[in-house]
């Protein structure tokens, strides 16, 4: 049986919700690229291979990968971020438009755009060189006067966090969104989840989780601390994505596990991306919380099988 047979969706009826679904995706976002090369040698200088690099790909990273996975299952996504006034943002914004994304940058000529440079041969990461700097106050107030302008008309907000600054006034954007009656969802970053208090849902990884609510020995551990935490921050529900272990979902009135659907894992960064775009597309289309997790465990099956910051198309997902 199908996964759209299973969840009792119709690909056509479910299509068309898709389409009409708008989601605003708020925080760091970043250009990934991809020197591609091959390794004969080792260097004369140092102990180290030298990658003679054939081809480059960049692709849209971050809280624009978010972005990129919401408009290729069919929804409409708006992005709202802080970059540098430089090429790497030129970039970004001319691949974002590409996929049909809606994008509002504030820019910042004192800051670079993030980048994140990976140098691949024979498929293995090389290395990955990392340029980034923090927003400025000033560039960070004038993107927050623009999200309580446009909040109401999104059915969603996602809020990503890199931990890179640009989410700086978080708080303040839950309150706003709740004011205008708009779910949050947030992938948080860092130990310190107070700021996140309010939102509707958040979905650590098994590590993020373990880094806030420490670890535990079986299934009943984790569930009382997850509630836990989800009492806590007044959350509507906690989403704990557990790599090969799948994820949990947890509410008020219990637990719901999805084991994983990825057939093979070939490199599981941007999965995070792929589930939380997911998870808010499918909720902004009218779904409930269970089917939307269970469309967005199926999608991350899909991305994990890719390489690099993937996303999971609308035909690849209805043909599961």
């Not at 091959?38 to 054939?54: H, L, N």
């Not at 990503?160 to 989410?167: A, W």
């Not at 947890?250 to 637990?255: E, K, N, S, Y």
């Amino acid at each position: 049986m199908s996964l759209m047979q299973t969840l009792g969706l119709k690909p056509a009826m479910l299509a068309s919700s898709l389409a009409k679904a708008k989601v605003l995706v708020v925080g760091d976002v970043m250009l990934d690229r991809y020197w591609f090369g091959d390794v004969s040698r080792i260097s004369p200088e140092a102990p180290v291979p030298v990658a003679k690099i054939g081809r480059s790909e960049e692709r849209a990273g971050g809280a624009a990968n978010v972005a990129r996975n919401i408009a290729g299952l069919g929804g409409k996504a708006t992005i709202l971020s802080v970059v540098g006034d430089d090429e790497a943002a030129d970039a970004l914004e001319r691949l974002l438009k590409a996929d049909g994304i809606v994008t509002s940058f504030k820019r910042d000529a004192n800051i670079a755009t993030t980048v994140k440079l990976r140098v691949v041969a024979r498929q293995q990461q090389l290395i990955r060189l990392d340029f980034e700097d923090a927003p400025s106050h000033e560039i960070l107030a004038g993107k927050l006067e623009e999200f309580a302008d446009i909040v109401a008309a999104h059915d969603v907000v996602i809020l990503s966090d890199y931990g890179k600054g640009g989410l700086t006034h978080v708080a303040e954007m839950i309150q706003l969104a709740r004011a205008a009656g708009k779910p949050v969802l947030i992938d948080p970053k860092g130990d310190d989840y107070s700021k996140y208090a309010g939102a509707t849902l958040l979905t650590p990884n098994r590590s993020e989780f373990r880094q806030v609510a420490g670890g535990w020995k079986d299934e009943a551990s984790l569930t009382a601390k997850a509630q836990a935490l989800r009492a806590e921050l007044n959350l509507d529900a906690l989403l704990v994505t557990r790599s090969e272990e799948g994820m949990t979902l947890f509410r008020a009135d219990g637990a719901l596990h999805q084991p994983t659907l990825a057939r093979e894992v070939y490199d599981v960064s941007g999965a995070g991306d792929t589930v939380i775009g997911t998870l808010g597309l499918a909720l902004a289309a009218g779904q409930p919380l269970p089917v939307a997790m269970n469309l967005a465990n199926a999608a991350a099956g899909v991305v994990v099988a890719k390489l690099g910051t993937a996303v999971c198309s609308q035909q690849e997902l209805f043909a599961l």
